[in-house]
């Protein structure tokens, strides 16, 4: 320890206000960076994440991730095929109120993902939160509010959805590849556009947050999520019992549909959370058709989802090959007969509007509509409002000029 002046020139912290001398340790500013970097280290080790993003992981450990996410989406397309939640009348029949299956299971899907979501920012909060893409300004409501309307139109006229589309490949519904051809074709439209005028469909700036617990009440996300979770699987059963499974069976009248669409939602939000471990993002549907165009035109559309590393295959490897295998399996296995899907202009027509009303709104069904809602994000709200407020107005509108919204039109 050494004694030096307290020289103006020469600034010293002197917390005893000594007019001649200041007591000073050499090694201080040695030791304040040691004790810095111990707490960087401390709060890194707090912060790393129990699995690190796929660009820090290894190709073998991706891979076997990827094996897994495919598992889990077999069986959650196994899980729609054993529902019947995959079968185009369902989607057209629960527009106009004649059957009860998509309701049950899209309530059930919200709530399950609430509650494991809920769990997963209480125990992994750092995990969760940078999973959490819908937490912020995505499009802009009035973006979303457009696009949601035509995804919900086109889901009406179509019976699918950009989600649902590959179990019913997989479930071998007759005019399921039309649809595909639509989508795709939406897709590229929509990526022409954004090519050539990419201020039409600019994100917005800045990073304002859009959910519940930040923007309205200022709460922690699972004090809100899990009981509002809850609420929802609890209605969701409670529905089961009071529109009873049987009586959809009936009007569908393919054979026994043995798995309840509550329990094929809470698939999906159990899934919720080896998506978000692994991927880092929730479900979702149409990005791995843009995928899609953007692998074939070799990035000429759609350049940021071209597959050019494991981040843009998670979904698409869950969507397309894990539920189009579950739901492929599933049917063979218990014989279900391959369901008559719209005709083919309302396939085609529906499958363009789904995807390209996707596109804009910054999400589908799955994305905005599960993921995002589940999220608490208040544009996602909006878009599932949108989606099937437009999607029942639509079906009550063919059956008034004399359409139907059952198996054919």
């Given at each position: 320890?050494t004694?030096?002046p307290?020289d103006?020139a ?9 007019p ?22 401390v709060?890194?080790a ?14 073998l ?6 094996l ?11 899980s729609?095929?054993r ?15 004649k ?15 609430m509650?494991?979501q809920g769990l997963?920012?209480l125990a ?6 940078r999973s ?9 409501f009035?973006?979303v509010?457009?696009?949601s ?12 959805g950009?989600t ?8 071998g ?36 947050m ?38 959809d ?32 993002h929730?479900?979702g549907?149409s ?9 074939l ?14 981040q ?8 397309w090959?894990g ?17 008559e899907?719209?005709?083919?202009w ?12 996707a ?29 099937f ?10 059956e ?10």
């Open positions: 320890m004694q030096v307290n103006p020469t600034p010293i912290h002197d917390p005893d206000h000594q001649n001398y200041a007591t000073v340790e050499m090694p201080a500013d040695t030791a304040k960076d040691d004790t810095a970097s111990v707490a960087s280290t709060d890194q707090a912060h790393k994440p129990l699995i690190p993003p796929s660009s820090e992981r290894s190709v450990v991706n891979t076997l991730l990827l897994c996410l495919i598992a889990y989406g077999m069986f959650e397309g196994a729609f095929q529902s019947g939640v995959f079968l185009p009348v369902s989607i057209t029949g629960q527009m106009v109120f059957l009860w299956i998509v309701l049950k299971m899209f309530m059930s899907a919200v709530g399950a993902s509650v494991c997963l920012n992994m909060q750092h995990e969760f939160d959490r893409v819908y937490k912020k300004k995505r499009a802009g009035l973006r509010i457009a696009g309307a035509t995804l919900g139109v086109g889901m009406a006229l179509g019976g699918s950009p649902m589309l590959p179990s019913q490949i997989g479930g519904v007759s005019t399921a590849w039309v649809t595909l051809l639509g989508a795709l074709a939406g897709g590229v439209v929509f990526s022409i556009i954004d090519k050539f005028a990419p201020s039409i469909f600019a994100n917005p700036e800045g990073d304002e859009m959910t519940l617990d930040t923007k309205v009440v200022n709460f922690r996300y699972e004090l809100l999520s899990v009981p509002i979770g809850f609420v929802l699987v609890g209605v969701c059963v409670g529905l089961e019992f009071a529109l009873p499974q049987s009586d069976e009936k009007a569908i009248g393919l054979g026994p549909l043995p798995w309840y669409p509550t329990a094929a939602g809470a698939i999906v939000g159990v899934g919720q959370v080896p998506m978000r471990l692994i991927a880092g929730g479900q549907g990005t791995s058709l843009m995928t899609v165009i953007g692998t035109t070799c990035g000429v559309l759609a350049p940021a989802h071209r597959l050019v590393s494991f843009q295959a998670w979904q698409f490897a869950f969507v090959v539920t189009t295998l579950g739901s492929l399996a599933s049917s063979q296995i218990n014989n279900f007969p391959y369901p899907g719209v005709s083919y309302r396939a085609a027509v529906g499958g363009f509007l789904m995807l390209f009303g596109r804009v709104a910054g999400g589908c069904t799955c994305g905005h509509g599960v993921s995002g809602f589940a999220e608490l994000s208040l544009e996602s709200a909006v878009a599932a409002i949108c989606i407020g437009f999607g029942i107005a639509t079906g009550f509108v063919i008034a000029a004399g359409g139907t919204m059952c198996c054919s039109a």
